[in-house]
Structure formats: C-alpha cells, structure tokens
C-alpha cells in the first residue's frame, strides 16, 4: 500500500496494457503512427529522467511490467484494458488473450477485461461468450474509433451496439470502458465523440460505464453527460499526467470533476505504459487545486477524495475486498519478490521508494 504523509492508500491502476509494436507485428502504416502518437504522448508527460527509448517502449513485456506496477509499491492492484487493432498488428496491439497470460499468472493482482466489436456481428457475440466462459471477464475495454476494413468506427449508441450490450447485462459484464476522448493518429478524432454514451447509459442502468481519459478534450460534454447518469464514472488515464507538468490544468479537470461527479464516481489510472505509475502515483497524489478552484468550485483534493479515487471507487465496481487484499498480500508471490511485505503487514508501512 502506498504510504502518502503516514496515510495508507490502497491503488489500483484501472488502466493498464502489455502491447507489442514491434516492427515486426506491424501490418498497416496506421500501426507504426499509433505507437509513434503514443510515444509522442509518452515524452510530452513524462519526467525527462523517466523516459523510455523508442526501442524498450514498442515492446517492454511481462516481467517489466510486473516491477513497474508492483515492485516499489506504488500500485497495489491493475486492470487490464485490451486494444486489438487487428487491422493495424499481425497478433493484435494487445488482445485479451495476450493479457490472459500474466492475469492468470498473478490473478490475485490483476483484472482481466475483455472487449468486443458490434461490427462483427453473431461472430462477435460468440467471442463474448467465449471470454465470459472462458476468463470470467467482469469488464469490456471497447474502442469506438478502431479501423475495420473500410469502417473507421462505430458508435455506441448503434442498433448493433446495444445488442452486445444487452448480452453484456446478461453474461453480467458489468463494467464498459470506453475510449472517448484523445485522438491517436490515424484513428478519427470524432469517432471517439462522448456523446454516446448518453443513449448506452441511459438505456442500459444496470451497467457501468467508465468513460476514460473523461472525454479530453470534450470534459464538458463529458461532465454534462456524467451528471445526468449515475453509472457513468470517469477514468483519469491521460488526465493523471497533467499533475505533473500542466498542475494548472490538472486543478482544473479535477475541480470540473469533483464538482459535476463527486468523488466517487472517478478512477486513476496510468495508461501504463503511456505513463509509470512507479511515479504518476506520487505526482497525482502530490498534487494540489489551486486556491481559484478550490474558491470557485467549493471542492478538496484531500485524503478521503484521494483514498476514493485510487483504489476504493474501482475496488467497489469490481467486488474487490482491500482488507482481504491487504491480508493476502502479505506474502504472495510478488510481495515476496520484490520484498513488499512490510507494506502490507503493519500499521505504518514502509515508504514506497522512488
């Protein structure tokens, strides 16, 4: 567990991948600019000293991600959230059955999403079944804007989208991530619109959907959606480094989002490995509102908030128990590796290190 000024904070990374783009998993041009927009957005928000080369960026695989999510104790647990990109990589950017690998290796540390594309129709529908059966998946990561052929994107909001939905409530998948927002090169900036997730929402109550990276640049239509439905949360993956160069900006989106959501409809998440949550988590948790903000909006960034939005609102969506965790994780596997035991044992564990 994270230790922030003698307070234990629970995290878990709601956003987390383990792609492949190396050349020789490319297919499409459209790959290689997707991993050099990615890398783009690596470089801007990352601290110069923490930045990786192109080279250990296209392809950084399991045992790194592991020791960057959970060797210095800065995450306690992470949410897998695939990206297929079938049109753009031989084998998929990173696919749920990619991920599998490590969920299934470390399954006490990791959730393991799936996905699903309405352009696939009864094909499609089967292979949610089959990710249900097969991983018990409580969640679907869907990408709006991903190229199918001379398709570049679907809404959510279609006839055939709400078919998969509907199987997705009776499968009881109940958590739908959504990329709305940050256009990446070549994908289309509008087919990653939040404004369809109103009619899903609205329509389907019994579901959850996270809206992730809160529909930058959109927040407005994001926060005007989010504020009429109550199962509409907002995920912090690509807002969560602002804290760290754009602290201005970074006020400002977390005022907007206490202000319209409260706390605890909102969920970090590092994007990993667009960004490290070995030091996104301090810059997040280390950041401040401006006295303007905290002035106009009447909202605090204080202990409770911060103990809401880093583990506990995604340990509520997902039936995860902390104290539970706490206990098991004293000596599990990774604990044991990298030495963590002391973080979960006593009463005032050890700092995490930097």
């Not at 000024?5 to 190396?22: K, M, Q, R, S, Y």
């Not at 923490?50 to 999510?69: A, F, H, I, Q, T």
């Not at 504020?227 to 807002?239: I, M």
């Not at 907007?256 to 969920?267: A, K, V």
Request: glycine letters at 6%; hydrophobic letters at 35%; aromatic letters at 14%.
């Amino acid at each position: 567990m994270y230790q922030h000024n003698g307070e234990e904070i629970f995290v878990i990374d709601a956003h987390v991948h383990l792609w492949d783009a190396t050349t020789e998993n490319i297919d499409h041009d459209g790959g290689e600019e997707f991993i050099q927009c990615f890398y783009d957005y690596h470089t801007t928000f990352t601290p110069e000293e923490r930045e990786w080369s192109m080279e250990e960026y296209r392809k950084y695989g399991p045992d790194r991600m592991v020791e960057d999510l959970f060797g210095n104790a800065a995450a306690d647990m992470a949410i897998f959230q695939p990206t297929y990109l079938s049109d753009f990589y031989v084998e998929g950017f990173n696919t749920t059955e990619q991920n599998a690998e490590l969920a299934t290796e470390y399954p006490e540390r990791f959730v393991l999403n799936g996905s699903f594309d309405p352009r696939d129709g009864d094909e499609g529908l089967e292979y949610l079944e089959d990710l249900h059966e097969t991983y018990d998946i409580p969640g679907v990561k869907l990408y709006t804007a991903e190229w199918r052929g001379e398709s570049k994107g679907w809404r959510l909001d279609d006839e055939e989208a709400f078919e998969f939905l509907e199987k997705c409530s009776e499968l009881g998948i109940e958590n739908i991530h959504a990329h709305k927002g940050p256009t990446i090169r070549p994908l289309n900036r509008d087919a990653f619109d939040v404004a369809d997730v109103d009619d899903a929402a609205s329509s389907f109550p019994e579901l959850n959907f996270i809206v992730e990276h809160v529909g930058l640049p959109r927040l407005d239509d994001f926060c005007w959606i989010a504020a009429q439905e109550n199962n509409v949360y907002g995920g912090l993956a690509v807002a969560a480094p602002f804290a760290q160069n754009r602290p201005g900006k970074f006020s400002e989106i977390m005022s907007e989002l206490l202000w319209w959501l409260g706390e605890d409809r909102i969920l970090f998440g590092s994007d990993y490995a667009l960004w490290n949550p070995d030091w996104l988590v301090e810059e997040v948790l280390e950041a401040e509102l401006t006295q303007e903000h905290r002035m106009e909006y009447g909202v605090e960034w204080d202990l409770e908030t911060k103990k809401k939005v880093m583990g506990e609102n995604a340990a509520e969506l997902y039936d995860v128990d902390i104290e539970e965790k706490r206990r098991q994780f004293q000596d599990d596997e990774i604990s044991l590796e990298f030495d963590l035991g002391d973080h979960y044992a006593s009463e005032e564990p050890a700092a995490a290190d930097d």
